[in-house]
């Protein structure tokens, strides 16, 4: 099990730039696949993007390919997503949550993670 915290969010114009953090404890950190969700009012959670264990392998959904880019510093614990070119649709609560699955294929469920953030908060105005 590895303890989630999620950080970097806010409210910020279409067209700018967040970068959010995902902070976890525990020893076997790089041994988790983190995959980054998110939820609007009124929505189903959606994938965004996911990091393979090693940083070797990401994916990303298609909303966002070409404008968010994640990655990880085992060393620190830390998974990143970087948002550019930000948009009002891009606007809900952003999760991130690690699987201990291997990575057959792009881990896109939301039943393959097991320990959850509590989300953060992004507001993108237009």
């Known amino acids: 099990q590895v303890q989630l915290v999620e950080s970097g969010g806010g409210s910020v114009q279409a067209g700018g730039s967040l970068r959010l953090s995902c902070a976890a404890s525990?020893?076997?950190?790089?041994?988790?696949?983190i995959g980054w969700f998110r939820q609007a009012p009124g929505k189903e959670r959606e994938f965004v993007a996911a990091?393979?264990?090693?940083?070797?392998?990401?994916c990303y959904a298609d909303s966002v390919k070409g404008r968010f880019t994640i990655s990880r510093v085992n060393a620190k614990n830390t998974v990143y997503l970087q948002m550019s070119r930000l948009k009002a649709e891009d606007t809900a609560v952003y999760y991130c949550?690690?699987?201990?699955?291997?990575?057959?294929?792009?881990?896109?469920?939301?039943?393959?993670?097991?320990?959850w953030g509590q989300g953060t908060q992004v507001t993108v105005s237009s």
């Open positions: 525990g020893r076997t950190f790089s041994t988790y696949t």
């Open positions: 990091i393979s264990s090693s940083g070797g392998i990401t």
């Open positions: 949550a690690a699987s201990g699955a291997r990575w057959d294929k792009a881990p896109v469920s939301p039943v393959l993670y097991n320990d």
